[in-house]
């Protein structure tokens, strides 16, 4: 692992130009560190630039002030280490399961059967071994996440950003996939960057949950350590007495600015 940030935020300001001719700034001086190998979550209001701060890290959006720095280096286009995980799929479907996993490398210029190898590889750890030949309509929420979770880790990526990527499941099966994903984490520790509204999700997967105040001008207001030890079962870790005793406390924060965040819409 790298003695470096992964992801390191330093006062960075996100503003967008109203129709009006007037300026929003979503995000304000934000500070971030991720450190090579480290997991962690941000929660916040709706509305609180938790997904900017996402698209900050990717290269998809250029901050107003401030900088972003990449394993120690300034971070001025798109972050080829980094792999984003989105809530919507992002799969084909006019492509198999294999297809789709499998074109990342591809497009890359790996040969076609030696994509599809590793394709079948990913769709095996994932525990869909037996589907590759499934078209995403032929698949269940949960399946066609566990696809789009091989789509992107079969690149390796350095930097995992995940936007709330099990957000539309049913409780059960967020569940299973939170174990995967720690599974496949402890395997090989990436730095995560994990979006959530889940509070108990955020404690559960994280080594550090991250709180961000209710907009405009959102920044981070509080940062956590989890003192829970690893490897960990998501339905297991919730009954440790150390959980509910940071739940408590990170919710003694969050739930000011969530009312925050909701009078503002209330209000608009």
């Not at 720095?69 to 080829?80: K, V």
């Not at 949950?209 to 959102?218: F, H, L």
């Amino acid at each position: 692992m790298s003695d470096l940030a992964a992801v390191a935020l330093t006062g960075v300001d996100v503003a967008f130009r109203l129709a009006g001719g007037g300026v929003y700034t979503a995000v304000e001086r934000a500070t971030l560190t991720v450190a090579d190998g480290e997991f962690v979550a941000i929660v916040g209001p709706t509305g609180c630039g938790k997904s900017t701060l996402l698209n900050i890290a990717a290269g998809l959006l250029a901050p107003a002030a401030g900088r972003v720095d990449i394993f120690g280096a300034p971070l001025t286009a798109l972050n080829r280490q980094a792999g984003y995980l989105f809530q919507a799929d992002a799969l084909f479907p006019w492509k198999t399961a294999l297809e789709n996993v499998a074109i990342g490398l591809e497009t890359a210029g790996t040969p076609q059967a030696e994509a599809r190898a590793r394709a079948q590889q990913w769709l095996t750890r994932v525990g869909l071994g037996s589907f590759g030949d499934r078209y995403p309509h032929m698949l269940s929420g949960g399946q066609r996440k566990r696809v789009g979770l091989a789509q992107v880790l079969i690149r390796d990526p350095k930097i995992l950003l995940m936007d709330e990527p099990f957000g539309p499941l049913d409780a059960q099966t967020r569940q299973i996939m939170g174990n995967l994903l720690l599974d496949l984490w402890n395997a090989d520790r990436k730095a995560v960057l994990f979006v959530t509204h889940d509070l108990e999700e955020a404690i559960a997967l994280s080594d550090r949950v991250v709180i961000m105040s209710a907009g405009p001008a959102a920044r981070v207001i509080g940062d956590w350590k989890v003192p829970l030890a690893r490897p960990r079962d998501i339905s297991e870790v919730k009954l440790d007495p150390a959980f509910h005793d940071l739940h408590r406390d990170i919710w003694h924060m969050l739930k000011a600015e969530v009312i925050k965040g909701y009078a503002q819409t209330e209000g608009a």
